[in-house]
């Protein structure tokens, strides 16, 4: 099946520093890769959509200057939390969907835990 | 944007009993519909899903109903068992692309 890996598992980083989170397709190309925030104990929130070869879409209240996504190739899209504070720690995962298929499934990685202090 | 609200936040049930979640959803050109299962600290595992033009579909436990009219769709989970135990959380796609948004979740609990 479809495997999305998200590169790394957990980081821990100081305030003020800037984090770069990976979203790979492993086995297939993605030209739109999504990325949501977890909340302890809350649903997924829908930060932004991907485009390879374009600027990503953010949705309404998101930063565009704090949460940088750049989608370079069909199988990898960076999110990089810059000056991170405190209550940006969360639980950040990517999605994409295969461009071959003809389903509207999202493929889901793993997540990166951020904890910033 | 579309807004999807999930009732209801807990759920209790005996192993072997049924589970019912139902979600509502705003936008009436949300075509797709996924439910997703999340174990704590992984990831969401798509479950069953269904598209606008079907009324309902099946996977051997699992079940997923549509009701376009009055915009709520249902997961209902049959002879349920322990490892059914997980967060669940419906969502529906926004703006008919394929963006989701997702319900809050429920927190379904299976008694041995």
């Known amino acids: 099946g479809a495997v999305v890996s998200q590169h790394p598992s957990w980081v821990i980083c100081k305030s003020g520093t800037s984090v770069k989170i990976e979203c790979r397709s492993l086995?297939?190309?993605?030209?739109?890769m999504f990325w949501y925030r977890q909340f302890p104990k809350q649903s997924l929130m829908l930060m932004a959509t991907s485009n390879e070869g374009s600027k990503a879409t953010y949705e309404q209240g998101v930063e565009k200057d704090k949460f940088l996504i750049n989608h370079a190739s069909l199988t990898l899209s960076t999110l990089t939390v810059t000056s991170a504070h405190p209550e940006d720690s969360s639980f950040y995962i990517c999605?994409?969907?295969?461009?071959?298929?003809?389903?509207?499934?999202?493929?889901f990685g793993p997540g990166t835990r951020l904890t910033v202090l | 944007g579309e807004n999807v609200e999930q009732h209801p936040s807990t759920l209790s049930v005996q192993e072997g009993d049924s589970a019912v979640i139902k979600c509502t959803y705003s936008?009436?050109?949300?075509?797709?519909f996924p439910w997703y299962k999340q174990e704590l600290g992984k990831r969401p595992q798509l479950i069953i899903d269904i598209r606008s033009n079907v009324g309902e579909k099946k996977d051997q436990r699992i079940a997923v109903t549509l009701n376009k009219t009055a915009k709520h769709f249902s997961l209902h989970i049959t002879e349920t068992q322990p490892e059914d135990s997980a967060v669940y959380f419906c969502?529906?796609?926004?703006?008919?692309?394929?963006?989701?948004?997702f319900g809050k979740g429920n927190q379904v609990v299976v008694i041995p």
């Open positions: 086995d297939f190309q993605a030209t739109t």
């Open positions: 999605s994409a969907r295969d461009i071959d298929s003809n389903t509207e499934e999202q493929f």
């Open positions: 936008d009436s050109a949300s075509n797709y």
């Open positions: 969502a529906a796609s926004f703006y008919g692309n394929n963006r989701l948004a």
